[in-house]
């Protein structure tokens, strides 16, 4: 059971990483540092893009419309950090102390 905490763990720090990118990219793209006509930029843009709006999509309906500000990955930051402490707090189930 502790290769599943241990898996859950990794699981929710690979999207917390993949989130830290993406959310980079973005204000890279928008103060255009980077731009979207360059091939690897743009692959990697849509590739993030298609990881993410999965997640992102069903908090974004939820959640007010406020123009051009984007609450959902601060929701999502939010949702992980719960979840990281809960595995915590809940380790020893894992490991049967």
Do not use: K
């Not at 006509?37 to 692959?43: C, D, H, K, S, W």
């Not at 915590?88 to 102390?97: E, H, L, R, S, V």
Request: overall charge positive.
């Amino acid at each position: 059971m502790g290769t599943l905490y241990e898996a859950l763990q990794l699981i929710l720090q690979v999207v917390w990483f993949v989130m830290i990118v993406h959310i980079i990219m973005s204000w890279l793209i928008n103060f255009q540092v980077l731009n979207l006509r360059q091939p690897l930029v743009a692959q990697l843009w849509d590739g993030l893009n298609r990881l993410l709006e999965p997640i992102y999509r069903p908090i974004r309906n939820v959640l007010p419309n406020t123009g051009g500000l984007d609450l959902a990955p601060l929701i999502v930051f939010i949702i992980i950090i719960i979840l990281q402490r809960a595995l915590a707090n809940n380790a020893g189930f894992f490991y049967g102390m």
